[in-house]
């Protein structure tokens, strides 16, 4: 198959370029800096510039002829939070996505991919307490809830010309570099990490090699469309996750961090911490999709290497 993937010098789009040149596929990437996007992805991925993709369409020739594409930018949200970088945080989502489509829209029907695989993430739901959430539940009315329903909103316009939709509603990534575990490796390591603001929170985790395994499902599966949550099939709460990440760095993990601490250092960013959803993937779990971290102590040890 042929796949166009923005976002692809990222910590996930190397993952998923990375796996779709290894099965066979033809791989274009869309870059800011194509040079540098070919030194880190290999000479054999097709690099195409896009300089600026909150203000420019991408170039057509990126897409025309491709078969599916996988759209994977959008500015880090684990940051604290001022007027400018939530603007980003959107405007790199929502802007960026609207563009693409526009661009898809100009292409002749037949030239057009047939899939658009389109990132989001399970801030969609808000803070849900321990009730189940699955991918029918509307968007809540929260900064990142808002943002995720606008940027679907943009993907989803691809429906009209005839492309098969799916948005990624992706949960807390444990990964190797960088996502959730960067910032909570460090009092762990040093015996001093605990439960976030009670831990009662829920914590709807998934293993990078699950966020990967479940794009490109999506990308094959004809039969997925529309929202679907990536998260692992287990949700845990704060405190499990905490014990879990203990267990696996053989670490005291009791000290509890009271909220108004994560409020003060990462200011409106902390809701994401201090609150969580129950997030289930019931979509991928209904396609076939067959998880390969799907427990948390497994995933825990890949993602830290012990």
């Avoid at 469309?225 to 499990?240: I, L, R």
Wanted: charge should be negative; proline fraction near 6%; charged fraction near 25%.
């Amino acid at each position: 198959m042929k796949v166009t993937v923005t976002g692809a010098t990222g910590t996930l789009g190397r993952e998923v370029v990375a796996e779709l040149k290894g099965r066979g596929d033809q791989v274009t990437v869309l870059s800011r800096d194509a040079a540098r996007a070919r030194e880190t992805l290999g000479q054999d991925v097709t690099a195409v510039e896009w300089a600026d993709p909150k203000s420019q369409a991408p170039p057509a020739e990126a897409f025309a002829g491709q078969g599916a594409v996988a759209h994977l930018l959008g500015e880090p949200i684990a940051q604290r939070w001022s007027d400018d970088t939530k603007r980003e945080i959107r405007d790199s989502r929502v802007l960026t996505t609207r563009n693409l489509v526009a661009v898809l829209r100009d292409l002749d029907a037949a030239e057009r991919p047939e899939v658009l695989v389109s990132q989001s993430a399970v801030g969609w739901y808000g803070a849900r307490g321990d009730e189940k959430v699955d991918e029918s539940e509307p968007a809540a009315d929260d900064f990142l809830a808002q943002v995720c329903k606008d940027w679907e909103a943009e993907a989803r316009a691809a429906e009209e010309l005839g492309l098969r939709v799916v948005c990624t509603r992706t949960g807390v990534v444990l990964s190797e570099d960088g996502g959730a575990l960067e910032k909570m490796l460090p009092p762990f390591k040093l015996g001093v990490g605990g439960p976030v603001a009670g831990g009662k929170q829920y914590v709807p985790w998934v293993h990078t090699d699950d966020v990967v395994g479940s794009l490109l499902h999506c990308l094959d599966q004809g039969s997925v469309t529309g929202p679907v949550n990536v998260t692992a099939p287990e949700p845990v709460t704060n405190k499990e996750l905490s014990k879990a990440l203990g267990r696996v760095l053989n670490r005291p993990a009791f000290a509890p961090v009271p909220g108004l601490a994560v409020k003060a250092l990462y200011g409106e960013m902390a809701i994401i911490v201090t609150t969580g959803s129950r997030a289930v993937p019931a979509a991928l779990e209904r396609s076939g999709y067959a998880f390969r971290r799907a427990d948390l102590d497994d995933a825990l040890r890949a993602a830290t290497g012990n």
